[in-house]
């Protein structure tokens, strides 16, 4: 099993790629993932779906960010 | 300020190198230098005394170097924090000695509570229960020349694979540790482990491995077995022992039984972690024992 680091930044960019393409309103809100189903009630124990709720929200924010950046360079 | 420093204890008229060319005047040149020092630049026609010159020189050259020093400090402290690093190495014989007697045999030891010192953690240096840097990084260095040592013993040894076990078992490492921190996001554990103190954690492990390969070397895979899965339990038992202080509130972590699904995950999260490392020891070390 030769791992080697090149292989690790290559599985980290695949999975934000995976992160990033999934689509809002024909999958995530399907499933019951989307964006406006995530915080449901204050407190001090968000539980993991809400955890798991905010942490794609916030890969596909800062990806949409790199997305416009990149975008305005001719 | 160094100008006078220097002459203030230059009685004897040496300033920061001995002059030896001023025996007679060096007290009064001390003096002068003074008052010299920051006025050299006016006096262009000074140059038979070369002493404030040189002495403006290389007070000016020395605080330059000062300042660049300082420089790189601070760039180099944002990126990799090397205070917090030098809290993880400061270790002795003793500490190392009885932190490896504790990963093969933690059955014993009854306190595993890190002791804190106003706030901050105790150096490892005087204080067992707590994580440190130096056993991993020994231990995987040492794993990769054993490993390259158990390959030679079958010839199938070639420099390139000392650099693919190395690669290998670091990207498992890494792996490891993100997954970890992952993990523990996802279960809002309000806790104080650090990174550096997860990758102390999961490094420990390759004691275990050094253990059993070396086993297996002198005495056959059966030795190889049951020395590894000596290890795998006494690492899993350690594990558990150590983070249940961590990651668990304080009741569950007493030993009482505390009911609600926040408890039974977190209780779950470390016994998973823990599971993870007999894993990895077996994944890491079966091939080089054949």
């Not at chain 2, 056993?135 to 054993?146: D, K, Q, R, S």
Request: glycine letters at 8%; aromatic letters at 12%.
């Amino acid at each position: 099993m030769a791992f080697t680091l090149y292989t690790l930044i290559q599985t980290a960019i695949l999975c934000t790629n995976a992160i990033a393409v999934l689509h809002e309103e024909r999958f995530l809100s399907k499933i019951g993932w989307g964006v406006d189903q995530g915080v449901g009630g204050f407190g001090d124990d968000p539980g993991v779906k809400a955890q798991v709720l905010n942490l794609i929200r916030s890969v596909r924010t800062v990806m949409r960010v790199f997305n416009s950046v990149e975008k305005s360079f001719p | 300020m160094r100008l006078r420093n220097s002459s203030m204890d230059g009685s004897d008229g040496s300033q920061l190198f001995e002059d030896t060319s001023r025996a007679g005047s060096g007290s009064q040149t001390g003096y002068r230098n003074q008052q010299a020092g920051p006025q050299a630049a006016g006096f262009p026609g000074q140059s038979l005394l070369s002493d404030p010159m040189s002495n403006l020189a290389m007070a000016y050259g020395s605080s330059l170097a000062s300042q660049g020093r300082e420089m790189v400090d601070k760039n180099l402290d944002r990126f990799i924090p090397i205070s917090k690093l030098k809290y993880y190495f400061a270790v002795d014989t003793v500490y190392v000695g009885k932190k490896l007697g504790l990963l093969v045999f933690p059955y014993m030891h009854e306190n595993w509570e890190v002791s804190y010192q106003q706030d901050t953690p105790v150096a490892p240096r005087f204080d067992v229960n707590a994580p440190d840097l130096y056993i991993p990084a020994m231990g995987f260095i040492t794993y990769v020349l054993v490993a390259g040592l158990a390959l030679g013993t079958q010839n199938r040894f070639s420099p390139e694979l000392l650099g693919v076990q190395a690669s290998s078992a670091l990207v498992w490492l890494i792996m490891e540790v993100l997954a970890v921190l992952l993990s523990l996001y996802l279960v809002t554990v309000n806790t104080d482990l650090t990174t550096i103190d997860l990758l102390a954690f999961s490094g420990y492990k390759y004691v275990g491995m050094i253990v059993g390969v070396v086993a297996g070397l002198l005495f056959g895979k059966p030795a190889y077995y049951l020395s590894l899965l000596w290890c795998c339990v006494a690492i899993f038992v350690f594990m558990i022992r150590t983070l249940r202080l961590k990651l668990l509130s304080e009741a569950a972590a007493e030993g009482r039984l505390v009911r609600g699904a926040r408890n039974q995950l977190r209780m779950y999260l470390t016994m998973s972690i823990a599971a993870a490392q007999p894993i990895f020891m077996y994944w890491l070390t079966y091939h080089l024992i054949r």
